[in-house]
């Protein structure tokens, strides 16, 4: 390493502060900090991206629930197809720790099952196992954690032997970091020799999937298709041919799953088209008015809002990767808690993070595709109130005796449902699957696979 190329990169960039002291370190310890030192890009820390903002801003393409009934057939013929033939992956980001639900483990690790007592991870890792069985492939399962959560959720799925998945189906891989700064755009300090870092967002699977090698594998093993999910949405789909058959048919490099609005103010980042590219634009960049405007045809513009589910074509991502393309980062000010002046203190500063959805405008052809939010949106983010297990664990009740009924069972509004992926992950698997064993439901009821079949 050239030490006096690093030190004039540093002070070109305003952190020069970053090397005062180093002398006192341990030798393995400052060799490990310069070494971070130079890994950073520090250039794109200075200065925030702007991503396909300018031109007039329209409606995007949406396939409507109305249109998805009338190319039903097709549409589901297509990604069962893609299913079967080994060309559909699931990817979860799963960097979060469950701070806001009071736990310092990874949020996956929740528990979450209304009656089975089942983890979030398990919950999910079980759709990808009910998947694999109904299509007959071992569908790869692409888990990307952080730095903070690695060790553990690995540990995790060790422990409970995968949920079923085989071990070699399960590929980990890891989120970067990213340094904190503070107001004047200075990098601090977690302790001396230690940047104060963060994860760097939902986006950061992109590089991570090309750094890690995973992006390589798929293209090796003729994968097209990656569905990708959030851990914390206990409804999302993975088994969805819908969603795969309109990414093919469409040819389409992203297709955005979008929920319609409940009302124009609701806090969700929106699907619209601003120029000749479909951008996310969160609410927190438009006004009261924007939001209520409408276009040609008197629709709301702002119409379709994002719960961040999409299906990304390995192709487009391996023509980014080859590119070298590199997500932008945004910036939102937050209370940090940073070594200054010899001690720990909390002070105003700057987190920078990237999002998965600004690789949308990069894509040549991109659409949405509208979903029943009461069917595949159960978010679990806050201990209480909103987005919290006992409203997700509600939500998924609800789904459930929609399923039920649509078997003819009553279902009294009293009942508490759970309904193992492995006995049914869909409303269609689930018709197939019931056999009348009840005709109607008060209590708590729930259903697991048959271990005897």
Request: a neutral charge.
């Amino acid at each position: 390493m050239d030490h006096f190329a690093l030190a004039d990169r540093l002070t070109k960039h305003h952190q020069s502060h970053l090397l005062v002291g180093i002398e006192s370190l341990e030798s393995g310890a400052q060799a490990a900090y310069l070494t971070r030192l130079a890994e950073i890009d520090w250039s794109e820390l200075h200065h925030q991206l702007s991503v396909h903002t300018a031109g007039a801003v329209g409606s995007s393409r949406v396939l409507d629930l109305a249109e998805q009934t009338r190319r039903q057939t097709e549409l589901t013929t297509v990604g069962e197809a893609a299913y079967r033939a080994g060309k559909v992956a699931v990817l979860m980001v799963a960097g979060g720790q469950g701070t806001r639900l009071g736990s310092s483990a990874p949020k996956g690790c929740f528990t979450i099952g209304l009656h089975s007592g089942k983890s979030i991870y398990q919950v999910q890792a079980e759709k990808v196992l009910s998947l694999s069985r109904r299509v007959g492939k071992a569908v790869p399962f692409l888990v990307m954690t952080s730095p903070m959560t690695d060790t553990e959720t690995r540990e995790f799925f060790a422990v409970n032997g995968h949920f079923g998945l085989a071990k070699e189906q399960v590929r980990f891989f890891s989120q970067g970091t990213v340094p904190s700064l503070d107001q004047h755009d200075r990098a601090l300090l977690k302790a001396p020799g230690q940047l104060l870092e963060n994860p760097d967002g939902h986006g950061g699977c992109f590089t991570a999937l090309v750094k890690s090698g995973n992006l390589a594998r798929l293209r090796q093993e003729g994968i097209e298709q990656v569905v990708f999910i959030q851990v914390d949405n206990i409804l999302v789909p993975v088994d969805d041919p819908a969603l795969v058959g309109a990414a093919t048919i469409e040819k389409a490099e992203v297709v955005t799953k979008v929920l319609e609005k409940a009302h124009p103010d609701e806090k969700v980042g929106h699907l619209v088209k601003v120029g000749n590219h479909d951008v996310i634009i969160e609410y927190t960049e438009l006004t009261p008015e924007q939001t209520r405007t409408k276009n040609e045809q008197g629709d709301l513009i702002y119409r379709w809002g994002s719960p961040a589910m999409h299906c990304w074509s390995v192709a487009f991502l391996a023509r980014l990767a080859d590119h070298g393309y590199k997500l932008p980062l945004h910036r939102s000010k937050k209370p940090l808690k940073a070594w200054v002046d010899g001690r720990i203190q909390e002070v105003t500063g700057w987190k920078n993070e990237r999002f998965i959805f600004d690789l949308i405008p990069e894509a040549k052809v991109s659409i949405g595709l509208a979903i029943d939010r009461d069917a595949e949106f159960a978010p679990v983010k806050n201990a209480t109130g909103a987005d919290s297990p006992a409203t997700a664990t509600d939500l998924a009740s609800r789904l459930y005796a929609r399923w039920l009924k649509a078997a003819g069972v009553t279902v009294e509004p009293t009942a508490r449902l759970e309904i193992s992926p492995l006995f049914a992950a869909t409303e269609a698997q689930f018709l197939a699957a019931w056999d009348k064993r009840t005709t109607h439901v008060s209590g708590d009821f729930y259903l697991e696979e048959d271990r005897k079949a």
